[in-house]
């Protein structure tokens, strides 16, 4: 019989972004790594791969947050398109300060 996990070991939360530890998706997960890179661009792949999202799913996310204007479209290279947050959005501007006032609780936390 294997034991579940019920929480998460002090690493692993450390490694977790602000906003996936508060909600724990897909959406948290690629949103995490765009605000904290905020000013770079990414391709839908290295998105995938950084966050640990499979590809489709990234796809997805991606074009959903880009609809919503959170994210956009910088440049081509190659066959890639580039996205980052897109810092004319108020709503990528009010996920960003979300995301700098859990980061700033969980470190006032830990001390």
């Known amino acids: 019989m294997m034991k579940q996990r019920t929480s998460l070991s002090e690493k692993e939360t ?7 530890s508060v909600f724990p998706c897909s959406e948290s997960k690629i949103l995490d790594h765009v605000v904290t890179m905020k000013g770079l ?50 709503q990528a501007k009010s996920i960003s300060k979300l995301a700098f006032e859990i980061a700033k609780k969980r470190i006032n936390e830990s001390q």
Request: net charge neutral; no cysteine.
């Open 14 to 20: 450390d490694e977790i972004g602000p906003l996936t």
């Open 41 to 90: 661009d990414y391709s839908i792949s290295d998105i995938s791969r950084i966050s640990g999202i499979n590809f489709k799913t990234t796809l997805n996310v991606v074009h959903k947050l880009e609809a919503q204007e959170v994210l956009k479209k910088t440049r081509t290279v190659g066959k890639a398109i580039m996205y980052q947050l897109n810092s004319d959005s108020a």
